[in-house]
């Protein structure tokens, strides 16, 4: 697939209430791997199957919740490109020189949504071990640890204005909507975009406060690695919010758990792939309950009241 705009979801920055608690639980539970740390105290960490040189940044903060969300994109000239279609649109940027915060990155486009969310996009970004192999790659070059996340997939996104925040992915940025949930008078409440082959690499929701986090996804492998995890909580006390189950919406499979700060993260594998020409699957009032919780088919009150 030739993507010539924004390839993926790259690199999230999360608030933490205590940072080496937290350093402890991404490192020892989840399986993330800790590649630096910056001069004004966070913490940078990568999935064993990426290449980049980090997808997370803990800050230490005395409310949870998250800084930005980064998209890598294709060229240092699509850059440009985001910026005069990001001002014309009327969403407020910022440019963020290179290695200014998050080290081994390039220059960033710092973008500012209805939502209330910061959007980060960048092109250029070293690598750090651990990385896959490329000449006769074993499965991986360092065994997975705690519930074995590979790779930072996906985040959902709660504020306000949430259709304009689409549009804007959509019309700018060149993501489809791939899966929609509607309210009783067929607005869309909910929208699933991707920009390339996953089910989704954001999902936005409409809520009534700003810049709310609901989950960050962290990719695993099958169905099994999912009640590995499960195990691999329950040994550790975990909090978990939900699962392991399916969704209906994508066809994942999950479990949803919180860090020690209140965070909600995801461990997801599965889904079917997406592609361009595929029309939007839709999920009315009346089921959407079945889109998030297939086998029980209801929400629960803590999945969409919780945020950080």
């Not at 001069?39 to 919740?65: I, M, P, Q, T």
């Not at 800084?67 to 009327?90: I, N, P, Q």
């Not at 959902?156 to 899966?179: D, I, K, N, S, W």
């Not at 700003?210 to 999912?226: E, F």
Request: aromatic residues 12%; proline residues 5%.
């Amino acid at each position: 697939m030739a993507i010539t705009g924004v390839l993926r979801a790259a690199m999230m920055q999360l608030r933490v209430l205590d940072l080496e608690t937290s350093v402890d639980f991404y490192t020892k539970v989840v399986g993330l791997f800790e590649v630096g740390r910056t001069s004004d105290g966070r913490v940078l960490l990568k999935g064993y199957d990426e290449f980049d040189h980090h997808s997370l940044a803990l800050r230490g903060a005395e409310a949870a919740g998250m800084d930005f969300m980064g998209f890598k994109v294709a060229s240092d000239a699509y850059l440009d490109y985001l910026t005069g279609r990001t001002k014309e649109f009327g969403f407020p940027t910022e440019d963020i020189p290179a290695n200014s915060d998050q080290p081994g990155v390039g220059r960033r486009v710092s973008v500012r949504t209805s939502t209330g969310h910061r959007i980060d996009f960048f092109a250029d970004i070293e690598g750090s071990d651990p990385k896959p192999s490329i000449l006769n790659p074993e499965i991986w070059t360092v065994e997975p640890r705690g519930i074995g996340a590979a790779a930072f997939d996906h985040a959902l996104l709660f504020g306000p204005g949430a259709a304009e925040t689409v549009r804007y992915f959509m019309e700018v940025c060149g993501f489809a909507p791939v899966e929609k949930g509607l309210l009783p008078d067929g607005n869309a409440f909910v929208t699933w975009l991707s920009c390339a082959s996953r089910t989704h690499d954001v999902a936005i929701l409409e809520f009534e406060h700003p810049g709310k986090l609901h989950h960050v996804a962290y990719k695993l492998d099958n169905w099994n690695d999912i009640g590995h995890a499960a195990d691999i909580m329950t040994m550790n006390e975990v909090t978990v919010d939900a699962g392991p189950m399916r969704q209906g919406a994508t066809r994942g499979q999950m479990i949803y758990f919180f860090d020690p700060s209140g965070n909600r993260l995801e461990a997801c594998a599965g889904g079917y792939a997406y592609y361009p020409d595929m029309p939007v699957r839709v999920w009315d009032f009346d089921h959407i309950g079945k889109g998030a919780f297939y086998y029980s088919r209801r929400l629960n009150d803590n999945f969409l009241k919780i945020v950080s």
